[in-house]
């Protein structure tokens, strides 16, 4: 876990077809405009706190890149996108409604399922990266590209976006009235900020954690979701009370303290890491 501080070069042609098809559909009929309405994942707040994390981090060449490609918007104005028109995507390109996730499972079970014909956020991850890097790519596949990536990554920073116990990644145990995915996805984010806005959070992770969110930009997303799995098997499934591997789904009144004061933590840490990851995959997609 962070300290505070003061301060697919092989990917199929029919895919890449299909995404620079769908572009060309989506900015015709204004998809791909800039949007802001109710998102899914992280929430509406952590994918906007890691997008403000992630545009704190830029080259300047990368921060330029991305307003030409944006049309003057940040990442924070498209951090949500993927979950915005995720039903339009899964219609455009079939299978990107589980872009968002991989599937691994928490009790030692195959891992076969994990991602289904390339359909998960790693591998979808590393062939957005190639296709933003790639100077042949046409202009509206590098849009797409820089609003996937700045969704896709911050979700496989979320635990339970690597992680499965034959419960939806933790949608099927019941926390009261929510459930631990929520609790994951926006509960634990909104005890967090408190009464700050996305963004002035996120300055003051970019201030307290300093140089050594740079410390975390190595890697590849195959690497980063498998430290959000241990993470989701010791802390977002192993530290819930009463569970074990086999036992069955969980139905909780109410998480204890000690639950928040171990995952709370986490959650900080993992909305850093996804930002110094985002930044990390654009500046060198735009060093190229």
């Known amino acids: 876990m962070l300290r505070k501080t003061p301060a697919a070069e092989n990917e199929s042609h029919y895919m890449k077809h299909n995404f620079n098809k769908f572009v060309a559909n989506s900015l015709l009929s204004g998809v791909l405009l800039l949007a802001s309405v109710a998102a ?3 929430g509406y707040d952590g994918h906007r706190i890691a997008a403000d994390v992630a545009s ?4 300047q060449q990368a921060r330029i890149r991305v307003s030409e490609l944006l049309m003057g918007g940040s990442l924070a104005d498209v951090a949500s996108y993927m979950d915005e028109e995720r039903k339009s995507l899964k219609q455009k390109i079939p299978g990107s409604d589980k872009w968002h996730y991989d599937n691994i499972p928490v009790c030692g079970k195959s ?14 991850i590393e062939q957005l990266s190639k296709l933003l890097a790639d100077r042949k790519t046409d202009q509206a596949t590098r849009v797409f590209a820089v609003k996937a990536l700045v969704h896709l990554i911050a979700d496989i920073h979320q635990p339970l976006h690597a992680a499965d116990d034959e419960d939806h990644g933790g949608n099927d145990i019941a926390i009261g009235s929510r459930n631990l995915h929520s609790e994951w996805d926006s ?5 967090l900020i408190r009464r700050q ?18 410390n975390t930009q190595s890697g590849n997303a195959s690497a980063w979701a498998a430290e959000s799995h241990e993470l989701a098997v010791r802390v977002a499934y192993g530290a819930l009370p009463g569970f074990a591997c086999g036992r069955g789904h969980l139905d909780i009144t109410r998480l204890p303290a000690s639950y928040y004061d171990t995952a709370l933590p986490v959650v900080e840490s993992q909305l850093v890491r996804a930002g110094g990851r985002i930044a990390f995959v654009l500046n060198q997609a735009f060093a190229k």
């Open 40 to 42: 899914h994942a992280w």
């Open 56 to 59: 704190g981090l830029l080259t």
């Open 111 to 124: 891992t076969a399922a994990a991602c289904p014909n390339g359909n998960c956020a790693t591998a979808r």
């Open 187 to 191: 509960g634990m984010v909104k005890k």
């Open 197 to 214: 806005s996305a963004g002035e959070y996120a300055a003051g992770l970019l201030s307290r954690y300093g140089n050594q969110i740079r």
